[in-house]
């Protein structure tokens, strides 16, 4: 995969990182008095944004993770602890030269790759695996322990590790907070390991579904089920999809976690809407039944979607980045449809961890309006203006607004 960096450089404690001063008043106000004029549909919100800090930002080699308080950022073999509030550093570690999975947080511990190996490289892609993980105390970066293997799961409990650098692949949950071995099993001839329903479900080569129980990893139900050579193991609506392609194109079938039961089958691609199994056909975005494959709606215009509450999609299309919010169990669509690069878009370098569920979340259009989406109703309010081009994407939490471009990265404080 190509890793993507944010260059954010390590500052010394207490400084703020690469403060710049947001655009005056005065021009804000004429700017969306004009993007009022043009989008009818949005409405203007009560306070305007404002840009607290920004800093470069190199989109192949780091990772961010945010944080209701805090933005980590890996960057030339740092980790880097950055105050959201005023980008000022509360710590730095080294870390991996390549990071090849993002952090995440859960419990106060901010779990890290610590160690890669590549299997892949040529001048303009590299693909690299993590083959240790450390946990630090996500205040301090304190070290609190190091083991083998790459997280496959993260809860406020354990870490769930893969660790298949020698020998037969051997799968192990430690303690989030000491690392301790909590249980472990070798998993020979392993091709996916996913977390659905509660358990870990193991597939092997041979097509071996194993459903082992998460606190002690005692196997409870096992099964055999077709598997193609190039098939892979998902878990979606708190179903398991083994998908495979053919010479017709993409296949699914789809099952019951805890009984291994075959429930429907289903071609294209399918993921998770929470509430139900989304699919793609030619020209529309179909929500499945879970149980059934029964199809209970279906929003023609729409390539993908994207769960940003659980009672909540965004659906989008490629093509022209129209999107629109959606009550996943029933396909309503919830305000008007709208365009724009939003931040629920996930890009496998960037995560939100540790924050509440999202009331809001952000639209830049055509690059210079900013406009809020409230995730209850669908509604649009003008938040400000956006200086730039080039936006590769944005994330948010309460109060603060992450956004990326080719080679800046900005904070700004948001309603």
């Known amino acids: 995969m190509t890793i993507a960096d944010l260059d954010v450089a390590a500052r010394p404690a207490g400084r703020p990182l690469g403060m710049v001063p947001s655009r005056s008043v005065a021009l804000l106000v004429i700017g969306l008095f004009t993007l009022a004029l043009v989008t009818g549909s949005v409405r203007s919100a009560p306070h305007l944004t404002g840009l607290l800090w920004s800093g470069p ?3 192949d080699n780091d990772t961010v993770t945010l944080t209701p308080a805090t933005l980590y950022v890996s960057h030339h ?10 980008g000022a550093v509360r710590w730095s570690a080294a870390s991996p030269g390549v990071v090849a999975a993002v952090p995440s947080v859960a419990g106060g ?17 590299l693909l690299s695996r993590t083959t240790r993980t450390i946990g630090r105390d996500a205040r301090t970066g304190a070290v609190l322990w190091r083991a083998a293997g790459a997280p496959q ?3 406020d409990r354990s870490v769930l590790l893969l660790d298949d650098t020698g020998g037969p692949p051997e799968l192990r949950d430690v303690g989030l907070h000491d690392g301790r071995v909590l249980w472990s099993r070798p998993v020979p001839g392993l091709a996916s390991v996913v977390v659905a329903g509660g358990a870990v479900v193991t597939a092997g080569v041979d097509g071996r579904l194993t459903v082992l129980r998460y606190a002690d990893g005692a196997v409870t139900r096992t099964a055999k089920v077709p598997w193609p050579g190039n098939a892979r193991l998902s878990a979606a609506a708190g179903r398991l999809v083994v998908t495979s392609q053919g010479s017709s194109g993409q296949a699914n079938t789809v099952y019951r976690p805890d009984t291994l039961a075959e429930l429907w089958h289903a071609g294209g691609s399918l993921f998770d809407c929470r509430a139900v199994l989304c699919g ?14 029964a199809g209970r709606w279906r929003l023609p215009g729409v390539t993908v979607a994207w769960p940003v509450r659980d009672d909540r999609i965004i659906a989008s299309s490629d093509l022209d980045g129209r999107f629109q919010l959606l009550d996943p169990a029933t396909g309503r669509p919830l305000g008007a449809g709208s365009a724009g690069l939003g931040s629920w878009r996930p890009d496998g370098r960037t995560t939100v961890s540790g924050a509440p569920e999202a009331s809001s979340a952000y639209v830049i259009r055509d690059e210079a309006a900013l406009v809020r989406l409230d995730l209850r109703t669908g509604s649009q309010y003008l938040a400000g203006t956006v200086a730039g081009t080039g936006w590769i994407g944005c994330r948010n939490v309460a109060k603060y607004l992450v956004c990326l ?3 800046r990265l900005t904070v700004t404080a948001v309603d």
Request: charged content about 25%; proline content about 8%; cysteine-free.
């Open 57 to 59: 930002y190199d989109r």
């Open 77 to 86: 073999a740092t980790l880097t602890a950055y105050g959201l509030a005023d």
């Open 109 to 125: 511990v901010i779990v890290a790759p610590d160690g890669f190996e590549r299997y892949f490289e040529r001048p303009d892609l």
């Open 153 to 155: 799961d993260v809860t």
């Open 280 to 293: 793609t056909v030619p020209g529309a975005l179909i929500g499945y039944d879970p149980d059934t494959g």
């Open 405 to 407: 471009q080719n080679n």
